[in-house]
């Protein structure tokens, strides 16, 4: 199958991620890169903020109490009382892209680097190219342990704090990298 049709097989499949809908501020990126002939996005994320009710921090087997790809602007003390356990977690975007080319791959991981991104990489060389993008911020805390409280409200506004600051982080980023591929597709375009 050659690029063009496997891209409108993927593009014309059912959304099956949990939100069943792209994070608003990945969305220009995702739409961005779709419009062009030589991308595909897989799956997104554009950074969130969790709190998951799990004995050991597994994401996959938790509950998801809480969950935000915005910045929170209100107090999540409440949810200390949910669980027997409870973890905090703010992370970066991540992105996956299939590329239709070698050519396309390099021009999307330069794009990548120069937006700031230091994990981007080719996680298939089967065809077509897979592209990883994951940003690096990270937050992960224990909150509540054997229904104990580990934080103060202070310091869970602390948490917060910071996760927004590390999501705007990481839409700063999503917005560089946007810009980026724009100026790159001008200067191909170019006579």
Not at 39 to 57: D, H, M, N
Request: glycine content about 2%; hydrophobic content about 40%; aromatic content about 6%.
């Amino acid at each position: 199958m050659d690029f063009a049709a496997h891209k409108k097989a993927l593009l014309d499949r059912t959304d099956h991620s949990t939100k069943a809908s792209l994070d608003e501020p990945i969305q220009p990126l995702v739409e961005y890169l779709n419009a062009q002939e030589e991308y595909v996005t897989t799956s997104s994320c554009s950074g969130r903020l969790v709190l998951l009710a799990s004995k050991q921090f597994e994401k996959k087997n938790s509950k998801w109490l809480f969950v935000s790809h915005d910045p929170v602007t209100t107090t999540l003390a409440s949810y200390l009382n949910k669980a027997p356990d409870l973890w905090y977690v703010a992370e970066g975007a991540i992105l996956h892209v299939k590329c239709r080319d070698n050519n396309a791959a390099h021009a999307f991981l330069s794009a990548a680097k120069a937006a700031g991104f230091k994990r981007a990489g080719i996680i298939s060389l089967k065809k077509p190219l897979v592209i990883e993008l994951i940003s690096s911020e990270r937050i992960i805390a224990p909150l509540v342990e054997n229904s104990t409280i580990l934080v103060t409200p202070s310091y869970l506004n602390t948490l917060v704090r910071l996760g927004n600051t590390l999501l705007k982080q990481t839409h700063t980023k999503l917005s560089q990298l946007l810009t980026i591929l724009q100026a790159h597709t001008q200067e191909t375009q170019s006579p």
